[in-house]
């Protein structure tokens, strides 16, 4: 029945049961609509200001010829939103589709449109300065391909992180070489701490981030009026490759400045903000000051749904607020890492303030509900943005919320336990769902119960219902398929990006099962730059105890081509490791780190030994078992199933 019903909605047969917008989704955002400022066009001129010319070709291609970049896929957003989109995200993503080259100032542009984040590109006196070279190498190579059509075939002279995201040094071997780099004839400038984080937030949790993040980006679906409307603060991420070429230069502290090229840059750190390592900087000369990803086109994540640390709501108020004391007075112009440019010196300094208060709301708000005794869930129902800051385009929740950034300020202080110790020891999520269906009077009395929330367009408490009645039975096909049908309806109707696309890739999932998708491979640059114990920590958490059972394992790794020795234990469950020392009597493993690696993420160890690959002193027989005691986690796991 399942596989019936993906081909019914492949061939478009079953659009109208499926696909299209209830009465009352289409009458909740016609009621939404009446509540938004149209009157406020400032975004629509601000976004279109300065355009100087767009790619010549509808798509940017890899090597293999496989589709990085596709301009036309946002063709659809034309005239008025229909019922399937919230009016304000409809509005939202026509603003984000304006690609090209756009002239910020006169010696300022940015590439906007070829990917997620923007680049900026600032003329030096003899080169270009390049401010985030975007996600990946190919669309990089475009937007400068680009850029170079009206600024000269100029050398990019200097590399600007303003984080530690891959989004904003991906590309960044589409525009430089490492030999330009080594020779000294390209800075790479990033702020402290960037290396470390730039590897580091991806790899322990990088799994169950990454299958997360399928969620929240929308991956696999189609752009269009029942698919993906974008990401909230860009369109979607380029699919190319990422590369990383380490900083030859690190902000560590506000106040530095540096002449670049013969432009001058001030600089203000601001480590855990949106990123751990983030800094702004102001261009004198120009009077334009780059805000980074701390100040976006739409309030952004406390805590990102794909999974990571709780981001500290207070500080980037704070450091919004030194920003503003710092260059307010002293800008012209805004930029940021995402969205389009702010004109005007009282408008720069009306939108940081405006943002800082939503920021500042949202923390010192929850925290005061929080002491009150409020739990998450309940301040996250009755705490919104108050007038007159709540009617600002770019403090609306395309990307992060208020629903979610509460909840996620509750939990940075709280942790998740609400205090009740009804909820201190729950029961897990399937046998949980198949209590309820029995309380309820079995499934069919469930299933009727969702159908008549459904129908009432009250789709939280069907969603809530109908997900019971999927865990206690996942081979139900009607729950599945009216689940599913609930989430492409709360879709509709969210404003947030990416809600929706959460929305829409469960309701996908629910009906089509999980996308067999392979392993993500980590880019060879950023498993190069990333650190040997980190590497090792990763180990630790693929260690399955069952596996390991009884035995003890003890090692030395030595990697003459980093410098490095490391000593190894596993036993009792756990591995144990410490750089720089040596455990006596214990086999040493010697080798380039890239061949270890390859051998024992690979299940070959044994075979790379044999090969001499790996030179082993001492008894290897006590290593013999030691690569079938790590798993190998599912990039597929299930989310909306058991």
């Known amino acids: 029945m399942r596989f019936i019903l993906a081909l019914l909605l492949a061939c478009g047969l079953v659009t109208s049961a499926y696909a299209q917008a209830t009465q009352q989704t289409h009458d909740a955002n016609a009621a939404f609509a009446r509540t938004l400022p149209l009157g406020d066009r400032e975004d629509e001129d601000f976004a279109q200001r300065g355009f100087v010319s767009a790619w010549p070709e509808p798509r940017i291609l890899a090597a293999d010829n496989h589709v990085v970049w596709d301009f036309r896929a946002y063709d659809f957003l034309q005239g008025d939103a229909p019922d399937t989109v919230n009016p304000s995200l409809w509005r939202h993503a026509r603003l984000l589709a304006r690609a090209g080259l756009f002239r910020v100032s006169e010696r300022i542009y940015q590439v906007r449109g070829f990917d997620v984040s923007n680049m900026t590109i600032v003329v030096g006196d003899s080169g270009l300065i390049v401010i985030d070279p975007l996600t990946s190498t190919e669309v990089a190579t475009a937007a400068l391909t680009l850029a170079r059509r009206t600024l000269g075939d100029r050398p990019v002279v200097a590399i600007i992180y303003t984080h530690s995201h891959a989004d904003h040094f991906g590309g960044v071997r589409g525009i430089v070489s490492q030999e330009d780099v080594s020779a000294g004839r390209v800075q790479i400038i990033a702020p402290d701490g960037f290396l470390e984080h730039s590897v580091s937030e991806n790899v322990i949790a990088g799994n169950a981030m990454g299958r997360r993040a399928l969620y929240q980006f929308g991956s696999g679906l189609t752009p269009g009026p029942e698919g993906q409307m974008s990401s909230g603060i860009g369109l979607a991420i380029s699919a190319g490759t990422i590369s990383l070429v380490p900083p030859t230069r690190t902000i560590a502290r506000t106040g530095e400045t540096m002449t670049v090229d013969g432009v001058r840059i001030e600089f203000q750190v601001t480590p855990g903000t949106e990123a751990p390592a983030e800094m702004n900087f102001y261009f004198p000369d120009f009077r334009v000051l780059c805000l980074a990803e701390n100040a976006n086109v739409s309030m952004h994540n406390i805590l990102t749904p794909r999974g990571a640390l709780v981001r500290d709501a207070k500080a980037w108020a704070d450091y919004l607020t030194e920003s503003l004391r710092l260059y307010g007075d002293r800008s012209d112009v805004m930029i940021t890492s995402h969205g389009w440019p702010r004109f005007g010196g009282d408008r720069v300094r009306d939108f940081i303030a405006s943002h800082r208060d939503a920021y500042k709301f949202l ?184 596996r390991l059972g009884n035995q003890r394992f003890a090692f030395n790794l030595v990697f003459p081509d980093r410098n490095e020795r490391h000593a190894v234990t596993i036993a009792n469950g756990v591995l144990v490791h410490e750089e720089g020392v040596t455990i006596a009597d214990a086999p040493t493993l010697t080798s380039p780190r890239a061949v270890f690696l390859q051998a024992l993420f690979t299940g070959s160890l044994r075979d790379a030994v044999i090969a001499r690959r790996i030179r082993v002193d001492g008894r290897a027989t006590a290593l013999a078992g030691l690569a079938g005691v790590f798993d190998t986690p599912d990039a597929n796991f299930a989310i909306v199933t058991p």
């Open 363 to 546: 923390h010192d708000q929850t925290v005061r509900l929080m002491n009150a005794g409020y739990t998450g869930r309940e301040i996250a129902e009755q705490l919104r943005l108050p007038e007159p800051i709540a009617s600002r385009w770019f403090n609306h929740g395309y990307y992060g919320t208020m629903m979610h950034n509460t909840q996620a300020v509750y939990q940075r202080y709280m942790g998740w336990y609400d205090g009740n110790p009804a909820h201190l020891n729950p029961l897990p999520p399937v046998e949980e769902g198949q209590r309820f269906v029995t309380a309820m009077g079995g499934a069919e009395r469930v299933l009727a119960e969702g159908q008549r929330a459904f129908d009432a367009g009250d789709y939280r408490w069907a969603a809530e219902v109908l997900d019971h009645l999927v865990f206690a039975d996942p081979n139900n096909t009607a729950a599945r398929q009216l689940l599913a049908r609930t989430h492409r309806q709360m879709a509709y109707q969210s404003e947030s990006a990416i809600w929706r696309n959460m929305y829409l890739v469960a309701a996908r999932e629910l009906e089509q099962g999980v996308p067999q998708r392979p392993p993500s491979v980590q880019a060879l640059d950023l498993v190069t730059a990333t650190p040997t114990s980190q590497i090792l920590d990763l180990l630790a958490v693929r260690l399955n105890p069952e």
